[in-house]
């Protein structure tokens, strides 16, 4: 009695996965809605507001120095080792070889370079914003600090805002940007929020940060992924423009031309392309006019006798040019008797 084998997790996720469509006939890219500007024009305040209480050297100042005295880490040391390994998660290396591969399959699955793509621009937006204000404040970390109580602004430091927090906000979270349902962009949101939140507290932890560095972070990974549907005419013009060039190199040659379909059986083939017309001709006679019946066993199609065929290769004929050559077959007439 056969019994059906059991299906494990993995054998279950594979199944789910091969019932997805390849070619989704609508994606859902989201759109800048009401609730979005709104969302984004709150977030920018937000940002701005942080950036102001620093310059003036206000309370979120001064309680950056009360969280640094208080020296996280020696206070509960015993979490260290995982704050380590829990930190590589805003990484900009580890984090997006992670999402690029996820994202490379779901583009190579769906048959689209959007997701690659939108990763490439919300990267490269990063880099740009989140670099120029590094070093447009040039802000000096907790450990390199030199007067207590100052904001430490305009020394030639690249700490404000914390990168480590802004790349984990704008890696993970293009994760639910992409998301194709509701309910994933949802499940997504939340994951990627208590991921970059943790991160954040882990730089703060790890006294590499302050708490205003972090609080930037946020306001600046997430005003990037909420300005990203005003990127989206751009990543589908550069989607359509890759695309028409890949396939114009296909048409210039770039793929090789499928070889030639061998020639059936039975079929004559030239061997010598300089032979005279006369010889083409007599191997392309039809077999009825020839003195001998073709064989049963041929292939159908023109054949000629074999007292008419000559044997030819590259170099030509193998018979030397006799004038007193006649063909077989033919009578030989009777030579004269010559006396001795």
Not at 142 to 168: K, Q, R, V
Not at 282 to 306: D, I, K, N, V, W
């Amino acid at each position: 009695m056969r019994t059906e084998r059991k299906l494990t997790r993995l054998d279950r996720v594979f199944a789910r996965l091969d019932r997805e469509p390849e070619r989704p006939a609508h994606l859902d890219v989201p759109r800048m809605s009401r609730h979005r500007v709104a969302l984004l024009t709150g977030t920018l305040a937000f940002y701005l507001a942080i950036v102001w209480a620093v310059v003036t050297t206000s309370w979120l100042v001064r309680l950056d120095w009360q969280v640094m005295f208080f020296r996280p880490y020696q206070q509960w040391s015993g979490i260290h080792w995982f704050v380590d390994y829990y930190v590589v998660l805003g990484q900009r290396g580890p984090t997006a070889v992670m999402v690029a591969a996820w994202l490379g399959w779901r583009s190579w699955r769906q048959h689209t370079l959007r997701p690659l793509l939108t990763l490439g621009v919300a990267l490269l937006l990063l880099n740009i914003t989140v670099g120029a204000a590094k070093y447009g404040m040039g802000r000096l970390g907790p450990h390199y600090a030199t007067t207590i109580g100052s904001n430490e602004m305009g020394l030639g430091g690249d700490i404000f805002p914390s990168g480590h927090t802004a790349n984990a906000v704008v890696t993970w979270g293009i994760l639910a940007y992409l998301a194709s349902t509701p309910r994933a962009r949802r499940w997504l949101s939340a994951l990627s929020a208590v991921t970059s939140l943790g991160v954040g507290m882990a730089t703060v932890y790890l006294g590499t940060h302050w708490l205003s560095d972090v609080l930037l972070g946020w306001a600046a990974g997430l005003l990037i992924l909420l300005a990203l549907p005003w990127c989206e005419p751009l990543i589908a013009r550069a989607e359509a423009r890759i695309l028409d060039l890949r396939d114009r190199r296909r048409a210039h040659g770039g793929v090789p031309a499928p070889a030639p379909a061998p020639a059936p059986v039975g079929s004559s083939v030239l061997l010598n392309p300089r032979a005279s017309a006369q010889e083409e001709a007599a191997a392309r006679e039809p077999a009825a006019r020839s003195p001998r019946a073709a064989p049963a066993y041929l292939a159908p199609g023109p054949h000629t006798a074999r007292s008419e065929r000559t044997p030819v290769t590259p170099i030509g004929s193998r018979r030397p040019p006799h004038s007193d050559r006649v063909p077989r077959g033919t009578p030989t007439p009777a030579r004269p008797l010559t006396g001795g």
